[in-house]
């Protein structure tokens, strides 16, 4: 008994794996054909695992007839011939069942085939006619389409026009007039040979009420701009409302400055239904590999058309222009590097832009009410250091008199050279340091004991100078103190507070007699900047002085 029933259900599980194995072979598809035309028959639905087998007969044992071959899962018909008339059978295989498909093909002499579809149109509906040949549109390959009513090339009016791309006929508003036969025929070049392919549709105008249409309305674009680079992939999207439903009579496309998107090859669209909160939109893709530069700054326009009415929505590509962002980058990364290399150049060039604007003012400047004093400088040297002939001395009656007297036209009083003997030294002192803008405080380098000497045998000279000169420098800034080392750096410590206080403020100009001892392009350079230190801290010479000297 076990055994029985285990072999019952053995036999029915054959019986039903060989049902399902046939389920799928269905009535036959019927598709009419014009001789010496192309045509391409593909086996629906088939994906890249099945295996397709075509043959010819119902029973599928007869062999393709001559002119027939298969080709990527495709039946090629090179060309359509009468004795190709009949009907092919398509077996897919995959790993878990095989189905069958039936196809019959009506073979008719003439150039329009007769009709594989049937549409009756209400009058005064605009309608629209596709051409539905999709395995030629997929090969992607230069097409030229043409239309005939009636076996009759239709010249397109204002009323009657079609779309390239996909060939799609647009009708005027139907009457009894475009009742008939219309056919759709594709001009094609493959191998080097040229064919045509054929599909034609049966159009009958009937009497009654037009069908209602909802109105169509473009959300987006609505003259866009969109910023896009040459050269490389752009996208653009279109929105469109279709009202409440998916109307199939609802069309989507592109043009671009007026040509449909079919004239350039490289360009793709598609578009499909989107519900959102009980409406209907009809959303559409068109793909841009590579954008050109005439596709710039011209009407790429959306289309969503309907038999009722046609609405458009405009946008256009505008090439990215980085200068803008290029500048401000440029600007933020100048911007700091200008302002270092100013203030560089500035503390660098600090005295000889001082000198270059005294320069000029002077001689564009209105003259000055003169303030009573006669010296542009009070030059303060130890007498000791005046007797001894050395380089203090050389440099306070010989180089420093040589060049700012003579050169510059300045005015010193030079202490030792500019007082005559017997008069009273404090008067002479206090009236001189009065009457001078700066005070020029020369010191030797020449060690600790001999500064001290020097000191202590000029003491009361160099005290009342201090007193007269460095106290109003000090209390009023008046004079100015410029401080002069010959030789070398001078200790301070041996020196008054109130020089050691200025030393540290100020700074100190340093003269070497060695400059001598360097070669000629250091001395000429170091006695530059000696000179033209020296005179940014002396006050400006007046016009006529200069006169004077020139």
Known sequence: ????????????????????????????????????????????????????????????????????????????????????????????????????????????????????????????????????QAEIFRLKLAR???????????EMDKGSTYLKEQGSLRL???TERESGKYTCLIDITIDGRNYTTARSIQLTAKSGPPEVFPELHVVS???????????????????????????????????INGTETGDHMELTHSWKFIHDKGQVYGQSILSIPVVRREFLNIPINCHILSPAEEKFGEARLQEADYSTFYMNVALWLIAPITCLLLTAFFF????????????????????????????????????????????????????????????YGYYLYIRGRDDFPGEAVHDVITAAVHQCQRLIIILSSCGKSKETVQFREDQNQ???????????????????????????????????????YIKRKQGALEWKNSFAETNKLTQLYLKRNFWKNLRCQMPAVPARRLQSIT
């Open 1 to 132: 008994m076990a055994a029985g029933g285990w072999v019952c259900f053995l036999t029915g599980l054959l019986s039903l794996a060989s049902a399902v194995d046939h389920q799928h072979q269905g009535e036959a598809d019927t598709y009419h054909v014009s001789a010496g035309h192309l045509f391409l028959l593909r086996c629906y639905p088939a994906d890249v695992h099945s295996q397709i087998r075509w043959s010819r007969g119902d029973s599928g044992n007869e062999s393709l007839p001559t002119g027939v071959e298969v080709r990527d899962g495709l039946l090629w018909f090179r060309p359509v011939q009468m004795t190709h008339n009949g009907s092919y059978i398509c077996e897919k295989r995959d790993k878990t069942r095989s189905s069958k498909i039936i196809f019959r093909v009506l073979v008719s002499r003439g150039d329009c085939p007769d009709p594989n579809e049937n549409i009756t149109v209400t009058k005064g509906v605009q309608q629209g006619l596709e051409c539905k």
């Open 144 to 154: 030229k389409i043409r239309w005939m009513k009636d076996c009759h090339l239709m």
């Open 172 to 174: 005027p508003p139907v």
């Open 221 to 255: 674009p609505q003259k866009d701009v969109v910023i896009v680079q040459v050269g490389k992939r752009a996208e653009l999207q279109c929105l469109a409302y279709a009202g409440f439903s998916e109307d199939p009579e609802i069309l989507m496309f592109w043009t």
């Open 348 to 407: 660098i060039c600090q005295v000889d832009l001082i000198l270059a604007y005294r320069k000029l003012n002077t001689h564009f400047s209105k003259p000055q009410v003169p303030d009573g004093k006669h010296y542009d400088a009070y030059v303060s040297v130890s007498q000791s250091a005046m007797l001894s002939l050395d380089g203090v001395a050389c440099f306070a009656l010989q180089i420093l008199p040589q060049e700012l007297e003579q050169k």
């Open 462 to 500: 160099l005290l009342y100078e201090q007193k007269v000169g460095l106290h109003d420098a000090l209390m009023q800034n008046d004079p100015k103190v410029i401080l002069v080392e010959v030789d070398g750096p001078v200790d301070y410590s041996q020196l008054p507070e109130s020089l050691h």
